[in-house]
């Protein structure tokens, strides 16, 4: 089945302390992002890639890190959480970057106390 | 800055009713507008999309209708479900150097019987 898969999809955690959410896609996708989901400001790109080992900020990078050094895999890395980076989290991938349908993963909610 | 206006931020409509829902856009370089919907839970899906060419484009019960003049396009479900209860984020995107995806704010949407 073609899909995105993300995890963890809940995660609590504490100001300071690093997490990495994991993305994969099996549809062999060129272009990844990632996204935030803030209630009454939509969707938000944070990073994305266009191929391994190309990524670039997206409208919202700070305070967060990716890597693309699988083309499969997208992982997010938030090296120093603080509170507000608590959101929803989705991972895409679509074949290439432009007017191509992208494909989301189920999400990850994250709590930073 | 948005560049994807989208309204209302939560709509209640009746079983069998028209649910419409409006973006506007600002950049005049975008040439291709997807709606996405999605289910408590889960991640966006593509629903429908149009390009430019056309004012009007129709899958099922669901209808993009476009303007181009006014720099405004709209989703419209006719004889709504309880099924179609998601929230619904417009879209825009172009090939202008930047082609990634510009997303509205979202419309939840509540169909009640």
């Known amino acids: 089945e073609a899909q995105v898969t993300q995890n963890p999809r809940y995660l609590i955690t504490v100001t300071g302390k690093k997490l990495t959410v994991t993305c994969s896609q099996n549809?062999?996708?060129?272009?990844m992002s990632w996204y935030r989901q803030d209630p009454g400001l939509g969707l938000r790109q944070i990073y994305y890639?266009?191929?391994?080992?190309?990524?670039d900020k997206g409208d919202v990078p700070e305070g967060y890190k990716v890597s693309r050094k699988e083309k499969r895999n997208f992982p997010l890395i938030l090296e120093s959480p603080s509170p507000n980076q608590t959101s929803l989290y989705f991972c895409?991938?679509?074949?290439?970057?432009?007017?191509?349908?992208?494909?989301f993963g189920p999400g990850t909610r994250l709590l930073v106390l | 800055q948005q560049q994807v206006k989208q309204s209302p931020q939560s709509l209640i409509v009746q079983k069998g009713g028209i649910s419409i829902i409006n973006c506007a856009y600002e950049?005049?370089?975008?040439?291709?507008f997807p709606w996405y919907q999605q289910f408590p839970g889960k991640g966006p899906a593509l629903l429908i999309a149009?390009?430019?060419?056309?004012s009007e484009k129709k899958e099922g019960r669901f209808t993009i209708s476009f303007n181009k003049s006014a720099k405004q396009f709209s989703l419209h479900i006719m004889d709504s479900q309880p099924g179609d209860s998601a929230t619904y984020f417009c879209?825009?995107?172009?090939?202008?150097?930047?082609?990634?995806?510009?997303f509205g704010t979202g419309t939840r949407l509540t169909i009640i019987p």
């Open positions: 895409a991938s679509s074949l290439r970057r432009g007017k191509e349908t992208q494909y």
């Open positions: 549809m062999n996708h060129e272009y």
């Open positions: 890639s266009m191929n391994v080992e190309v990524t």
């Open positions: 950049n005049t370089a975008f040439d291709y």
């Open positions: 149009i390009r430019p060419d056309v």
């Open positions: 879209a825009a995107g172009g090939n202008f150097g930047n082609e990634k995806l510009t």
